[in-house]
Nanobody
Framework: QLQLVESGGGLVQPGGSLRLSCTAS????????IGWFRQAPGAEREGVSC????????NYAEFVKGRFTTSRDNAKNTVYLQMNSLKPEDTAVYYC???????????????????WGQGTQVTVSS
């Protein structure tokens, strides 16, 4: 069973940056894509980004393009979400999730993601 643990959340001022990490364990195959999702209070969960198992392919939601970057270090079983130019509307609990597939879900919805982390809170406020 693939297990995921997020870290790196916190409080940041508008315009600031954070880097989230998602560390995987319990799975011997490297062929899993990782998606980042977020859920704000009272809102539905939404897809933020996805990275393929090799790291060679990524896709992003329109509302984070140009500000967020996802990458992975397979030697460390860790995926990152670098978040720059943060806005108050980025405030949410951020989750990483794994799909046992080498390629991403291009629609950035939760279909196919079978393992989820516990989430990490990101708060953007002055």
């Amino acid at each position: 069973q693939l297990q995921l643990v997020e870290s790196g959340g916190g409080l940041v001022q508008p315009g600031g940056s954070l880097r989230l990490s998602c560390t995987a364990s319990g799975f011997t195959s490297p062929y899993y894509a990782i998606g980042w999702f977020r859920q704000a209070p009272g809102a539905e969960r939404e897809g933020v980004s996805c990275i393929s198992s090799s790291g060679g392919s990524t896709n992003y939601a329109e509302f984070v393009k140009g500000r967020f970057t996802t990458s992975r270090d397979n030697a460390k079983n860790t995926v990152y979400l670098q978040m720059n130019s943060l806005k108050p509307e980025d405030t949410a609990v951020y989750y990483c999730a794994a799909m046992i597939s080498p390629s991403c879900n291009t629609r950035l919805n939760s279909v196919g993601f079978s393992s989820w982390g516990q989430g990490t809170q990101v708060t953007v406020s002055s």
